[in-house]
């Protein structure tokens, strides 16, 4: 993260603090536009907020839009607002400034700034302001641990090859199941409904037929993909391949797995593709070390998967099945998640290998609860996958 | 005492237990008049608290389930074809001409109002809940947007109907899919999780005022202790009010006091194969144990 954001002492008022506020909320991918602000000085004053807790209720509600964004909001208002050791205490020559320290304690004058503050960035440019502290913000901080940045792994080209892979296979995968029929120009039942109300304007007799169809539903697609130490080498195209995934199918979802599970949709869903794979690379702390593949996906059926996989759902597995728990913990994982009635597809780079034999324990242990088992190391072999698709 | 206080207080007195956080939203939804978007899993109250608030304000609800191919004329409003079509019969007989017949089965009298419409023409502002709106398609989101931001419903043969009162909006998602950013936008949002011990309790107690206080801590002990098990189904809240009722009902003043008793009485609270045979007599026992 490049510029630090956190509001200067010698900010004119509560408007342009709260647009600062504003400004470094959308720097750590809270997706706000400008009229928040306004809303935000609103909600201050309609909450009557007095305290810094109500400040920080009233501002959560209207600042977050997501679990993921409510849960990190409180750490970010704490930037912002709490650490008192980051404002610039400078003391400027203007009455407003004794104004605006009410921000911190006391909100009584809510009133005074609402709606007219023009929304004024701090610090733009200000080489001055800009150079004292780093933040102490959490989606800034650079952990030292080693750990490789994806981002040197996945290239804006590999994902645009990637979109491409990922839009033939979702498209692949369309769901012919809906029970419900809706309205459509050709479809093979009347639309008793329509055509009588059609009729209506021909004198009770139906000249023009209207049809409904079963309409195509697209299948969830939900991948879960293996970044541990012995798929590294393949990482640059599954991650690719997600990143791909999660731009062209706003109904798809990722995780990452190694030691830890970790979901990365809402990462990946950043509008800036670098940053998104940014934000990818420090949730996948631990990248490159060991798989416990069977305790990812059993906390995966046992958390996400009861919410977002139905019937109507892919799973896809990218892994090389080498798993260091045991593999009847795999097997279990796998057939709880075959209950809730979705598909299961495991892609393994290895099988793509002269006599290659799925004897790896985990792996073995997998077979029975897949339908289908292929091979993909490199994104032809992805887009390959496309007929298979079709007939599952 | 600040605002929102206020509203945590009229909710308590519909019995209904909010956290600050939620009645922070609650309270901003209804001054700012924007609707409120609450998540959170199943069972944790969110329905509820639309219902509660109705209550305090002493207004309708209007609720709106949302499913999976839910259109506009099942959500908004349809006309009466039927009905249109038997008065253009009875207006043939009585030799009604064509204009005055068309003016009279295209009026609001021949308008079937579904929920969106009916919670736009109420005289007092009521409080419309969209429940699950995560189960309806995206195109539904569109509708809903325009809605949302306006107020108002076009008609193309009446014209465009403006809201009489503003409705007070909730809408609540299970999260089985991602709501689009357009939609998030424009609501104000609360996460609505499990309550902890003591707000718990604080609910046992506005809804069973009758429970002992011995029991009741028990029994939200051992609900709470079970939401820490690996279960398939995690009890909601809804669930532990039907396991105290259950054992008032049996007349039991202790958990632990029977344990037949208490493993019969589970099945208000496990609603899967699977969960009644992991929480087996002694594991029931455990949590009891550990909750007395």
């Given amino acids: ?392 | 005492m600040s605002d929102f206080r206020l509203m945590q207080a009229a909710l308590a007195g519909q019995g209904y237990v909010a956290s600050d956080d939620l009645s922070m939203a609650l309270h901003l939804s209804v001054a700012l008049g924007r609707p409120l978007l609450l998540e959170g899993a199943a069972g944790v109250g969110k329905t509820e608290v639309a219902r509660a608030l109705a209550a305090a304000r002493e207004t309708r609800l209007i609720r709106l389930q949302c499913y999976e191919g839910l259109d506009a004329a099942q959500a908004i409003y349809e006309w009466n074809y039927q009905r249109q079509l038997l008065s253009i019969r009875a207006a043939a007989e009585d030799g009604e001409t064509g204009r005055s017949v068309e003016a009279r089965i295209f009026s609001r009298d021949f308008l079937l109002e579904r929920p969106l419409l009916a919670a736009i023409s109420q005289e007092v502002a009521p409080v419309l809940l969209i429940d699950e709106i995560d189960r309806a398609d995206e195109e539904f989101e569109a509708y809903l947007l325009e809605i949302l931001s306006d107020y108002q419903v076009t008609v193309p043969e009446l014209g465009t109907l403006e809201a009489v009162t503003r409705p007070i909006v909730v809408l609540t998602s299970n999260g089985t899919r991602d709501l689009s950013d357009a939609l998030r936008r424009r609501c104000l949002y609360s996460f609505v999780d499990y309550p902890d011990r003591a707000t718990e309790l604080a609910i046992l107690q506005a809804r069973l005022p009758g429970v002992e206080a011995r029991l009741g801590a028990q029994v939200v002990g051992f609900v709470q202790a079970l939401r820490r098990e690996e279960l398939e189904k995690v009890p909601g809240v809804a669930e532990m009010l039907d396991f105290a009722a259950a054992l008032m009902g049996l007349g039991l003043a202790d958990l632990t006091q029977d344990p037949e008793v208490l493993q019969a009485t589970l099945v208000t609270l496990l609603k899967t194969q699977e969960d009644r045979a992991r929480v087996t007599t002694e594991v029931a026992q455990r949590l009891a144990g550990k909750a007395a």
């Fill in chain 1, 1 to 392: 993260m490049s510029r630090v954001t956190r509001f200067a002492g010698r900010d004119p008022g509560p408007a342009a603090r709260m647009a600062g506020f504003l400004a470094h909320l959308r720097e750590n991918g809270l997706r706000l536009g400008v009229a928040e602000t306004g809303l935000c000085l609103e909600a201050l004053e309609a909450a009557g907020a007095v305290t810094p807790e109500a400040c920080r209720g009233a501002l959560k509600a209207v600042c977050t839009g997501c679990k993921d964004e409510a849960e990190r909001f409180d750490d970010l208002f704490d930037g912002f607002w709490m650490d008192a050791g980051r404002v610039r205490q400078k003391v400027l020559p203007k009455a407003q400034v004794t104004g605006s320290d009410a921000v911190h304690s006391s909100r009584e004058g809510g009133g005074e700034a609402a709606g007219t503050g023009t929304m004024t960035a701090p610090d733009e440019g200000e080489g001055e302001a800009a150079g004292d502290g780093t933040g102490k913000l959490m989606a800034t901080q650079q952990r030292t641990l080693s750990r490789k940045d994806l981002r040197e792994l996945v290239q804006p080209g590999d994902i645009a090859e990637a979109e491409a892979v990922a839009r033939r296979l979702g498209a692949a995968l369309r769901d012919r199941r809906s029970r419900r029929r809706i309205a459509a120009r050709r479809g093979d039942r009347l639309d008793f409904r329509k055509t009588i109300r059609r009729s209506l304007s021909s004198g009770g007799e139906p000249v023009v037929l209207l049809k409904r169809r079963r309409p195509e539903r697209a299948r969830r697609i939900v991948a879960l993909c293996d970044v541990s130490g012995s798929m590294s080498v393949y990482s640059r195209v599954f991650l690719a391949f997600l990143a791909g995934l999660m731009r062209t199918d706003a109904e798809a979802d990722a995780y990452l797995f190694h030691t830890r599970l970790v979901r990365i949709t809402e990462a990946l869903r950043d509008t800036d593709t670098m940053r998104a794979i940014g934000r990818m690379s420090l949730m996948a702390d631990g990248f490159g070390g060991g798989s416990r593949i069977g305790p990812c996906l059993d906390l995966f059926v046992r958390s996400y998967a009861k919410r977002l996989v139905d019937g109507r759902s892919v799973v896809l597995i990218l892994s090389d099945g080498y798993d260091s728990a045991p593999p009847e913990e795999l097997a279990e994982a796998l057939a709880r998640l075959k209950k809730r009635g979705c598909r299961i597809v495991w892609l393994n780079p290895l099988k793509g290998w002269r006599d290659y034999a799925p004897v790896a324990g985990g792996m073995a242990a997998a077979l029975p609860h897949l339908d289908l088992f292929a091979a993909a190391g490199t994104l032809g072999d992805l887009a390959a996958l496309e007929g298979e698709l079709v007939g599952l």
